[in-house]
């Protein structure tokens, strides 16, 4: 009787840690991406009105990746990117960006992380370019706050020639903004975003002020770092053009992120490439799935639907019993 009770005893104990430990080295959620927000909330208070422009964003992007945010004005699009810029700090959740809390920094972590673990390029070039100083000068400044006065003067000038080559500026490293156009100032906006090797680069709205024609060349350089670097790139964006180019395009409506586009390389049979796109909704750790609104409002469902399991997919109906 003892000897019964003490292995049942024994058993559960053992069945207790190793579900512990089972919990303990189980991978944190998003343990092996670039970027993972975890719920995030941000609320803003004005004059004792609370918006929550974020609320409980989930986003995971690899490493290497270039992909696109879309979203409706006001759906929280640049807030998410000024917390990722390390700009705005969130109410709530969690983020990390290539292995930095963006929670727990301090000021001087803060710093370093603006200056060398991200770079931004925004939608107003004036933003990103100091007007006094020439394209290879801007692109230069960012290294020299990174090493202060330290040497190194000529490697840092041969960084930013190399950088203004491959996006095609070469020809107008000696000019200042004012002598460019706005889609070779975005171009310059993004050699001064790499100059410290960022492993993000975070670009809101980057072609909004451009004709499509330029739009598209800024996007190429874009793409360009992507491929040549492999920095990580996330770009806001209303261009449908950019957002039609990128293999994963993430919407957020209200606050959160509610379905996203993939698009992948398929060979046909006789051997022709095509570009094809599908859309999925997300489905959140809690199991929260948003329906897109046009589905619903096609079949009136509303309070509550009817689930069934099939084999390999869930099927969803209207509540029929509803009146
Ligand atoms: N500093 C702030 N103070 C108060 N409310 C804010 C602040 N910043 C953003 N908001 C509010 O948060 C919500 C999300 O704004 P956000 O600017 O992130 O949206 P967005 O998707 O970037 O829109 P747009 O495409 O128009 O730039 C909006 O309702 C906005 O009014």
């Given at each position: 009787?003892?000897?019964?009770?003490?292995?049942?005893?024994?058993?559960?104990?053992?069945?207790?840690?190793?579900?512990?430990?089972?919990?303990?080295?189980?991978p944190?959620?998003?343990?092996?991406?670039l970027i993972?927000?975890?719920?995030?909330?941000?609320?803003?208070t004005?004059?004792?009105?609370?918006?929550?422009?974020?609320?409980?964003?989930?986003?995971?992007?690899?490493?290497?990746?270039l992909?696109?945010?879309?979203?409706?004005?006001?759906?929280?699009?640049?807030?998410?990117?000024?917390?990722l810029?390390?700009?705005?700090v969130?109410?709530?959740?969690?983020?990390?960006?290539?292995?930095?809390?963006?929670?727990?920094?301090?000021?001087k972590?803060?710093?370093?992380y603006?200056?060398?673990v991200?770079?931004?390029v925004?939608?107003?070039?004036?933003?990103?370019?100091?007007?006094y100083?020439?394209?290879?000068?801007?692109?230069?400044?960012?290294?020299?706050?990174?090493d202060?006065?330290?040497?190194?003067?000529?490697?840092?000038?041969?960084?930013?020639?190399e950088?203004?080559?491959?996006?095609?500026?070469a020809?107008?490293?000696?000019?200042?903004?004012?002598q460019?156009?706005?889609?070779?100032?975005?171009?310059?906006?993004?050699?001064?975003?790499?100059?410290?090797n960022?492993?993000?680069?975070?670009?809101?709205?980057?072609?909004?002020?451009?004709?499509?024609?330029?739009?598209?060349?800024?996007?190429?350089?874009?793409?360009?770092?992507?491929?040549?670097?492999?920095?990580?790139?996330?770009?806001?964006?209303?261009?449908?053009?950019?957002?039609?180019?990128?293999?994963?395009?993430?919407?957020?409506?209200d606050g959160?992120?509610?379905?996203?586009?993939?698009?992948r390389?398929?060979?046909?049979?006789?051997?022709?490439?095509?570009l094809?796109?599908?859309?999925?909704?997300?489905?959140?750790?809690a199991?929260?799935?948003?329906?897109?609104?046009?589905?619903?409002?096609?079949?009136?469902?509303?309070?509550?639907v009817?689930?069934?399991?099939?084999?390999?997919?869930?099927?969803?109906?209207?509540d029929?019993?509803?009146?």
């Open positions: 009787m003892t000897t019964t009770s003490q292995t049942a005893g024994t058993t559960t104990l053992e069945e207790l840690e190793r579900r512990a430990t089972e919990r303990r080295d189980r944190s959620y998003g343990h092996d991406a993972a927000c975890d719920r995030l909330v941000r609320i803003f004005t004059d004792g009105v609370e918006v929550q422009a974020l609320q409980g964003l989930d986003l995971l992007v690899t490493e290497g990746e992909m696109a945010l879309v979203g409706a004005s006001g759906s929280g699009k640049s807030t998410l990117m000024n917390i810029a390390g700009l705005d969130p109410t709530a959740g969690a983020a990390k960006v290539a292995g930095c809390d963006l929670l727990a920094m301090d000021g972590a803060r710093l370093r603006r200056r060398e991200v770079g931004f925004w939608q107003q070039t004036a933003r990103n370019l100091l007007p100083l020439t394209a290879a000068q801007n692109v230069a400044l960012p290294m020299q706050l990174k202060g006065r330290k040497g190194g003067t000529r490697q840092k000038a041969r960084r930013a020639e950088l203004l080559a491959m996006l095609d500026m020809d107008h490293a000696d000019r200042r903004p004012h460019l156009s706005g889609g070779q100032q975005q171009r310059v906006a993004i050699a001064v975003a790499l100059a410290n960022p492993s993000v680069l975070l670009a809101d709205e980057p072609t909004g002020e451009l004709d499509s024609a330029t739009g598209e060349q800024v996007f190429a350089a874009f793409r360009r770092a992507n491929e040549e670097l492999g920095t990580t790139i996330v770009i806001v964006t209303h261009d449908q053009a950019v957002a039609s180019e990128v293999r994963r395009t993430v919407a957020i409506r959160r992120t509610s379905s996203e586009v993939l698009r390389t398929e060979v046909d049979e006789t051997g022709r490439e095509s094809v796109a599908r859309e999925y909704a997300m489905l959140d750790r199991g929260r799935l948003q329906l897109p609104a046009d589905y619903t409002e096609a079949l009136d469902m509303r309070h509550r009817a689930l069934e399991l099939e084999q390999d997919h869930i099927g969803v109906w209207p029929d019993k509803e009146g």
